[in-house]
């Protein structure tokens, strides 16, 4: 349970951002319109073999939000409802781009709920060129040699370049 009220202001914008794509920007955007502050929170050891380790992935998007100071970044393990609390932040937002995304958040938001129900979910519509990109397709399109220019920010796609060079 909460100890002290939530902070109305700070909302917290989970995922994976394994890399961060130009549908995560425009949710972050939107929130950082709506709540004063917005804390992009990087699940650790989210996936057995990430392209970006949580460090790599904290630091992508602060080098994406740098002139955004109401956007913070952080990680966190376990429980995002413990990690919410913590932040005492008043709001969970996750993006929605399409139907299909609905059965697994309504699954996790009304869970969310159950364990906290102080703690509201907002859903977030990106714009409709983003409707269909996933963390996972550009991570395949990109290995696979396809062009992500312009569906992922101008950084994720160097240190996805980076992160190429080094393969042995
Ligand atoms: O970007 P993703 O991978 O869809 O984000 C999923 C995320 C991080 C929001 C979800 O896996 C999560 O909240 N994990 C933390 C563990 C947890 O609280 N699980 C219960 C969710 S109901």
Redesign the pocket.
Known sequence: MLTSPPDGRLAIF????DPLTNGHVDIILRSAHLFERIVVAV?VN?EKKPLFDADERMAIIREVFTEYPNVEVES?D????DYARQRRASAIV?GLRAVSDFEYEF??AL??RH?EPTLETVFMMPAEQYTYLS?RLIKEVYQLGGEVRGLVPPAVEQWMQRKQARKP
């Open positions: 989970p995922g994976s951002f699940l989210a966190f376990g429980l995002l409802v996750r699954q996790m869970m969310n364990l963390s």
